[in-house]
């Protein structure tokens, strides 16, 4: 025989609340580029900018994964700094790529805090 939960006396006084569904922000982002037409040209700046960045950090990666080869040979152990460091380059190109194909207007590092995100 299953007891039946008691019903409090103050249950009938709270009104049910109805919450919003959570919205998708990043595809919520449009911007106007017809407002300013510097707007463009600057944006336009900055994504090159960060290809040259973006390759930068292409020839780090690659020598990050060298010393980590090396260190994973010779000590048989994994150097930790260096692939938490990997982990944040790897953070940080994902966000190049994303605001160099449009997909945010937020421009990564230096605009935006180095390492993962707390999202």
């Given amino acids: 025989m ?3 939960p008691s019903k409090k006396p103050d249950d009938a006084d709270v009104e049910p609340q109805v919450l919003e569904e959570p919205t ?4 919520a982002e449009e911007v106007d580029w017809r407002d300013d037409d510097n707007n463009v040209w600057l944006r336009g700046l900055w ?3 960060f290809a040259i960045f973006f390759a930068v950090a292409e020839a780090l990666l690659w020598l990050l ?9 010779f000590a ?4 930790r700094p260096i692939a938490d460091f990997g ?14 194909t449009g997909a945010t207007e937020d421009r ?11 999202d």
């Fill in 76 to 79: 048989k152990e994994r150097n």
């Fill in 65 to 73: 994964a060298l010393v980590q080869f090396l260190w994973l040979l």
């Fill in 108 to 118: 990564p590092f230096p605009f935006a805090k180095w390492g993962k995100r707390d």
């Fill in 47 to 49: 994504m090159v900018l």
């Fill in 24 to 27: 998708d922000t990043a595809g």
């Fill in 2 to 4: 299953a007891k039946e």
């Fill in 87 to 100: 982990e944040d380059v790897a953070d940080w190109l994902a966000r190049i790529t994303r605001f160099q």
